[in-house]
């Protein structure tokens, strides 16, 4: 039962917002702004640290001439320290060798820039499931653009029907305009309901996951 399935990484396979509210934060201390919590933080993750630094802006009522400025001081913190206090998610190593053994090939399509997206793969022992890599800043687009989402499964040698597994809105969005089914990990980062996002199906354990991968490709293969 395979499918070629390809992962955002933040709030689906990592819990990377600690390191990610720290970087934010470092940046804000260093232009003498008090940090903010990380739960706010959370709220401005999701379409790539670019954006996260526009809402950052934003609420603090910068100039968004700065946002160039900003930008680049973010990310200079955060690739400095990416993966100090990011860890995977319960479940996942097993859940992505599982389904290697199923005989599925997997990607990795994120927001995150591309050189800490393999990093913080790297540090956890990640990268060898994944073909694949697409970071925020692989092409001159990203999510929601569906182009994104394209150019990452062209990258791989295909095995049985697509497949995107995210957590948020954005992931959902460039699932469905790419027209792929969307698998929803209801436990990371998304601002809704579950039921507001669409998904073919949603859980809330990665150890869950290759079972219900069967269960979508089953459905695929019913439905063509």
């Known amino acids: 039962m395979t499918a ?8 689906t396979l990592v819990d990377s917002l600690p390191d990610i509210a720290a970087a934010a934060n470092r940046t804000l201390l260093d232009i003498g702004i008090s940090p903010l919590p990380e ?3 959370k709220q401005f ?4 640290l670019p954006k996260l630094v526009e809402r950052m802006i934003r609420h603090h009522d910068l100039p968004i001439e700065r946002h160039g400025e900003l930008t680049k001081l973010t990310l200079a913190h955060y690739s400095a320290a990416s993966s100090d206090k990011t860890i995977p998610y319960p479940g996942v190593p097993k859940a992505l ?3 290697r053994e199923m005989g599925c090939v997997l ?4 927001n995150k820039p591309e050189a800490p997206a393999r990093h913080v793969l790297e540090a956890l022992d990640l990268s060898h499931h994944f073909d694949a890599v697409f970071g925020g800043d692989t092409l001159a687009t ?3 653009d ?8 062209h990258a791989v040698t295909p095995s049985g029907p697509r497949l995107f597994v995210g957590d948020s809105e954005v992931d959902a969005e460039t699932a469905q305009r790419a027209n792929v089914p969307f698998l929803l ?21 990665t150890r869950k996951l290759p079972a219900l991968v069967i269960k979508a490709v089953q459905r695929l293969e019913t439905e063509s």
Request: glycine residues 10%; contains cysteine; hydrophobic residues 35%.
């Open 45 to 48: 993750v999701g379409n790539g």
């Open 142 to 144: 990203r999510k929601p």
């Open 146 to 153: 569906p182009a994104h989402l394209e150019a990452s499964f």
């Open 4 to 11: 070629t399935i390809m992962f955002d990484l933040d709030g």
């Open 97 to 99: 060798t599982q389904l």
């Open 39 to 41: 739960k706010t933080i």
């Open 185 to 205: 990990f209801s436990e990371g980062y998304r601002k809704t309901a579950v039921t507001e996002i669409p998904h073919m199906f949603s859980y809330d354990d």
């Open 107 to 110: 990607g990795v399509c994120t």
